[in-house]
Every structure is written in structure tokens, then in C-alpha cells.
């Protein structure tokens, strides 16, 4: 019942730019932080940027001044934007949500894929 559905994926040029969705549904979305993780081949799954149910936003080193992260309550909606975007940013991309103190609930989309390459 629980779902995570990302969309947005595909293949683009170095330089390029893409939009990642992350659609919910069958929890209550507004009181869980959001995040995008990634996997490339042959590599460990991690995290990309995560926004907290207040807005505050995180950013892994790399991704800072060239990804977004953004939510839409009202659309139940994560979202990434990708700019400037490297061969090495080629990874399956993953959206979670999370909630409590503990982090005792946990969900995880299906992943989209993002091939950067020339």
C-alpha cells in the first residue's frame, strides 16, 4: 500500500540537466523527511540530499550548488533537480522517506535510471 514511484530519468549529455520526481502515496507525507540516495555500479549506495518536514535541506559535497531538493506537500512530491551533470553522476537514483526520533519508519522507491554520458 505504501509506495514510492520515481520518474524522471534518463540519458543526457555532460553539462546537462534533469528533474527527478519521487511520487507517495499511502502514508501521510507531510511529517516525513524525504531523501535521494544513488547507486552506481559497482559502488555503495549514498545519499544525495534530503529535506527535512520543515524544509531544511542537506546536500552531500558533491551535489552542492548543482542539485535541488524540493517537496510539494500538497502534491505528496519530492523532488530533484540536477544540474551540471558529470559521467560519475550515473547511478540509479532512489527516494526514501523517513520518520520519528528513531527513524523507526522507513520506505524506499524502486530507483530511476540516470546515465550521464557524451
Known amino acids: 500500500q505504501v509506495q514510492l514511484v520515481e520518474s524522471g530519468g534518463g540519458l543526457v549529455q555532460p553539462g546537462g540537466s534533469l528533474r527527478l520526481s519521487c511520487a507517495a502515496s499511502?502514508?501521510?507525507?507531510?511529517?516525513?523527511?524525504m531523501s535521494w540516495y544513488r547507486q552506481a555500479p559497482g559502488k555503495q549506495r549514498e545519499l544525495v540530499a534530503s529535506i527535512t518536514s520543515a524544509g531544511g535541506t542537506n546536500y552531500a559535497d558533491s551535489m552542492k550548488g548543482r542539485f535541488t531538493i524540493s517537496r510539494d506537500n500538497a502534491k505528496n512530491t519530492v523532488y530533484l533537480q540536477m544540474n551540471s551533470l558529470k559521467p560519475n553522476d550515473t547511478a540509479v537514483y532512489y527516494c526514501?522517506?523517513?520518520?520519528?526520533?528513531?527513524?523507526?519508519?522507513?520506505?524506499w522507491g524502486q530507483g530511476t535510471q540516470v546515465t550521464v554520458s557524451s
Open positions: 526514501k522517506a523517513t520518520r520519528g526520533v528513531a527513524f523507526e519508519f522507513v520506505y
Open positions: 499511502g502514508f501521510t507525507f507531510s511529517r516525513y523527511a
